[in-house]
């Protein structure tokens, strides 16, 4: 069968790698043994997202974005993707100007969501992702309810984030305190808890975890590998 060439937007290493390691483990289930669609992977430094972010400077991100498009299309990818939640949010300064079509993360985990029956999520993340409108518009457009992490839990959720899981570092005192907040999420009506940033399922997954989980990460490579072998 052919396929479409799946580009990668990467940005966190640990991230993009799970991305990539699910399209092709799982790619052989849609195409048959050792399988799976061609796959290109682009991936500036972190250091140069963190240097936008931290400024607050959402165009260049896009831009580090855009640039990472053109590389993906000049390889010969069809449509792109990121498994990066935060950088989402300035998706919105480019679309009009890609060469090539987005999947959206949070389109896929809401639709997913939705599938499933889930009426409350609680949402997990970057606190720049949990505090943006990335999730919250598509929930919104969908009859969805969400809940944000108190401040201080968002605080603890984004050191975790950054100064260990983007370093590919689990500690059973990160998984303990993931399940604290996603108690606390429980406990204000959530039904499953969205891992919103890409290195949280790493740590946590429907064993650990005291919801059901929204896998971020795996969701979109799965909607990648869908599109790929779709005849539409």
């Known amino acids: 069968m052919n396929s479409r060439h799946i580009g990668i937007v ?60 053109h590389k993906l299309q000049a390889a010969g990818a069809d449509f792109v993707i990121c ?36 009426r409350k999520l609680g949402l997990t993340g970057t606190r720049w992702l949990v505090e943006s409108d990335v999730y919250p518009e598509r929930l919104d457009s969908r009859g969805l309810a969400w809940e944000r992490p108190a401040p201080e839990d968002r605080e603890a959720i984004n050191r975790i984030i950054m100064d260990e899981l983007v370093r590919g570092v689990i500690s059973e005192t990160a998984v303990a305190e993931f399940q604290r907040i996603i108690s606390a999420l429980e406990g204000r009506g959530c039904e499953a808890v969205i891992l919103g940033c890409t290195e949280i399922p790493l740590l946590m997954n429907d064993g650990n975890s005291p919801l059901p989980t929204l896998d971020s990460t795996r969701l979109l490579a799965r909607a990648a590998l869908a599109r790929a072998v779709s005849r539409h």
């Open 83 to 118: 498994p990066d939640n935060t950088v989402h949010q300035a998706l919105r300064f480019i679309e009009e100007r890609s060469p090539l079509p987005w999947l959206h993360i949070a389109d896929v985990v809401a639709e997913e969501a939705r599938r499933r029956g889930f």
């Open 10 to 69: 990467g940005v966190s290493a640990e991230g993009a790698a799970l991305c990539y390691r699910t399209i092709c483990a799982e790619g052989e289930g849609l195409l048959g043994p050792h399988d799976h669609p061609e796959v290109s992977l682009h991936t500036h430094p972190l250091a140069r997202y963190m240097e936008c972010i931290d400024e607050g400077d959402w165009r260049g991100v896009a831009e580090l974005m855009l640039s990472s498009v």
